[in-house]
């Protein structure tokens, strides 16, 4: 059965760094794998993918700002920023593609399998 943990979610200061962790298991880490994130009171918002070959897309609004990286061996995937904002108060998921290249992440079509998700909150 397919599983994707994330950690590294808490309570940080506006200007701190973001540094999550999902892990995965259950299935072969072949296939892209990405995140998600849902602010309060708005729909769910794609940040970033990466392919299995570690091709990375990030969506057009956000590109610049987060950095997603994967190391297959762990079977894990990072995401980071260096200095969050009080708007990047959200529930971050990771995600599992059903294909190993990115989709596009206006939308979570491409997505089979979500993460419970870890709650980040940036103090304001």
């Known amino acids: 059965q397919l599983q994707l943990v994330e950690t590294g979610g808490g309570l940080v200061q506006p200007g701190g760094p973001l540094r999550l962790s999902c892990v995965a298991s259950?299935?072969?880490?072949?296939?892209?794998i990405g995140w998600f994130r849902q602010a309060p009171g708005k729909g769910r918002e794609g940040i970033s993918c990466?392919?299995?070959?570690?091709?990375?897309k990030y969506s057009d609004s956000l590109k610049g700002r987060f950095t997603i990286s994967r190391d297959n061996a762990k079977n894990t995937v990072y995401l980071q920023k260096n200095s969050l904002e009080p708007e990047d108060t959200a529930l971050y998921f990771c995600v599992h593609f059903v294909s190993s290249d990115c989709p596009p992440l206006h939308n979570s079509d491409g997505v089979d399998s979500w993460g419970k998700g870890t709650l980040v909150t940036v103090l304001s």
């Open positions: 259950g299935f072969t880490f072949r296939n892209a």
């Open positions: 990466i392919s299995r070959d570690g091709s990375t």
